[in-house]
Nanobody, 123 residues
Framework: VQLVESGGGLVQAGGSLRLSCSYS????????IGWFRQAPGKEREGVSF????????RYADSVKGRFTISEDSAKKTVYLQMNSLKFEDTAVYYC?????????????????WGQGTQVTVSS
């Protein structure tokens, strides 16, 4: 499984960004893709996931109502639309894949990771 993130950048507080995670290599249609982030000096945090195993979508409390995860299966891409960005959303964002299909916000459950994309929100 290979994952490639894109779409990070610098944005002012209150602005929006859309991250993309292009994936390849799944052997069936049951998989989960999660978005995680890690700020300097902090532990990696689960942001959201979309699970094809049980058609579930979940968000961390810190991003509920502001972030939206979606998938375009024809393009093999998962998106993370981030609105009303805050300074504290600044981090490197990673997408990760679990080929078993059961999503979680715990990073240890994901064996495949992208290289990350930097999101910087200026206050």
């Amino acid at each position: 499984v290979q994952l490639v993130e894109s779409g990070g950048g610098l944005v002012q507080a209150g602005g929006s960004l859309r991250l993309s995670c292009s994936y390849s290599g799944f052997t069936n249609d049951r998989y989960a893709i999660g978005w995680f982030r890690q700020a300097p000096g902090k532990e990696r945090e689960g942001v959201s996931f979309i699970s094809r195993g049980d058609d579930a979508i979940r968000y961390a409390d810190s991003v509920k109502g502001r972030f939206t995860i979606s998938e375009d299966s024809a393009k093999k891409t998962v998106y993370l639309q981030m609105n009303s960005l805050k300074f504290e959303d600044t981090a490197v964002y990673y997408c990760a894949a679990d080929p078993t299909g059961w999503g979680t916000l715990y990073s240890d459950e994901y064996p495949y990771w992208g290289q990350g994309t930097q999101v910087t929100v200026s206050s």
